[in-house]
């Protein structure tokens, strides 16, 4: 499966959007970007995912670039239990894979 | 629909001594995985198993770390001795292979261990 890079951090004001980036330059065309976060001391949580199209859901949007070489996950109203880790992972569909988590990103939400 | 259930939530013991967790994955899901989450860090894959049988288990520590999937659903992990670099939260997943299939892991709520 593709590496994943993603900032260490990032902070956003309440009910603002917030934009987290993730970059997957050797994404294999049948791999998908998946995101989950992790909130303190809970296990990870599926967000959405996506292969060529921008999805959204009623947790957030996913908008992958045209050469699908870099994903953003938005938040578009973050709030404060939205602070959280935020990992990117890519995986292929179907068949055995082997889902693997970098360090992701911690997003602070603020007042 | 009932998640992933682990148990215990915590356990505190010294080293050399041994530790088992389980997990119950939701009902159905084929593939089950075990991951080590140290502090500050992502979590980390040790072993995955597909019903009853291992898929992957390169990242575990195979002289100290044992894992098993009886019948297909419930699994254990065991640690025997345990050491002070095995203070982590040990998390359970499992995901289905049903359609339609998103392909999502679906985490527990992990066991906290703290090796002294």
């Known amino acids: 499966d593709a590496k994943t890079t993603q900032p260490p951090s990032m902070d956003c004001a309440e009910g603002r959007a917030a934009n987290l980036p993730c970059n997957h330059s050797?994404?294999?065309?049948?791999?998908?970007v998946y995101w989950y976060r992790q909130i303190h001391s809970q296990g990870p949580q599926y967000i959405i995912h996506?292969?060529?199209n921008n999805e959204t859901n009623e947790m957030a949007s996913l908008i992958i670039t045209e050469d699908r070489k870099s994903s953003t996950l938005i938040l578009p109203h973050a709030t404060l239990r939205d602070t959280a880790v935020y990992y990117c992972?890519?995986?292929?569909?179907?068949?055995?894979?082997?889902?693997?988590f970098g360090r992701g990103t911690s997003l602070i939400v603020h007042p | 629909e009932a998640g992933v259930a682990q148990s215990p939530r915590y356990k505190i013991i010294e080293k050399r001594q041994s530790v088992a967790f389980w997990c119950n994955p939701i009902?159905?899901?084929?593939?089950l995985y075990w991951y080590q989450q140290i502090l500050g860090q992502g979590p980390k894959l040790l072993i995955q198993?597909?019903?009853?049988?291992?898929?992957?288990d390169s990242q575990l520590p195979k002289d100290r770390f044992s894992a098993e999937r009886l019948k297909g659903v419930d699994s254990t992990l065991k640690i025997q001795p345990a050491k002070l670099e095995d203070s982590a939260v040990y998390l359970c997943?499992?995901?289905?292979?049903?359609?339609?299939?998103?392909?999502?892991?679906?985490f527990g709520e992990g066991s906290r261990l703290t090796v002294l």
């Open positions: 997943a499992s995901s289905g292979t049903g359609t339609p299939n998103t392909g999502e892991l679906f």
């Open positions: 050797t994404i294999s065309g049948n791999e998908y």
């Open positions: 009902s159905g899901h084929a593939t």
């Open positions: 996506g292969l060529k």
């Open positions: 198993f597909q019903n009853n049988g291992v898929v992957d």
């Open positions: 992972i890519v995986r292929a569909s179907g068949g055995s894979y082997i889902p693997t």
